[in-house]
């Protein structure tokens, strides 16, 4: 039982922490370009494939998504707005796992990089 509520516990923290995570850096002497990375989940479902569908489709409204839009859906707080953009590479994994009744559900991992410029500080 307590295997269980440890799985849960994980299960939960891990779908818990989606946030934004700093990738790199580049700096011309005005402007620097930032890359991170997200991942979306999806709502659960009970079927892989469904799940992964899922996972595509939202993949597929990002990519087609304006700046304006996806700065939007990836709450990113960027202020050359224009220069916002999805990077190559970004991907769908599924999860598996068990709702508190006991039920095996799957979850797409939407997993995104994006890119865009700001003003550099004058600290640098």
Known sequence: MNTIKTFALVTSLVFASAGAVAQSGEYN???????HATIIYTEATQNKQESYLLG???LHTLE????KELKKQLN?????QNSFHLKEGSYVTVQEKMNSEGE????????VI?????RASNNR
Do not use: C, F, M, P
């Open 29 to 35: 002497g005005r402007d620097v370009r930032q890359s």
């Open 56 to 58: 595509l489709d939202k």
């Open 64 to 67: 087609s998504s304006t700046a």
């Open 76 to 80: 990113a707080a960027v202020w050359y």
């Open 104 to 111: 095996i559900e799957y979850v797409s991992a939407v997993n």
């Open 114 to 118: 994006y890119h865009y410029q700001e």
